[in-house]
């Protein structure tokens, strides 16, 4: 059960419902997340609150280095 405090603290935060039912904290400006590999075509990234999914694909280009999955 929440108490007044955590109410008071959470009332100006904004949160995502992922498709599991959780709720997370978004943050106010982005962030970047990093993986450094020597293998990126092993990797695959999952969107929790969309269910989309991305495998890399070997390409180093910022903004092309993941191709979206098709849904089963």
Same mark, same amino acid.
């Given at each position: ?13 904004? =949160? ?49 280095? =993941? ?6």
């Amino acid at each position: 059960m929440k108490n007044k405090k955590e109410d008071i603290m959470n009332k100006n935060k904004t =949160f995502r419902k992922l498709i599991n039912g959780e709720e997370t904290e978004e943050l106010g400006s982005a962030v970047n997340l990093i993986i450094r590999t020597k293998c990126p075509k092993k990797w695959i990234i999952e969107d929790l609150e969309t269910g989309q999914r991305y495998r890399a694909n070997g390409s180093t280009e910022i903004g092309k280095m =993941f191709t979206l999955i098709a849904p089963d």
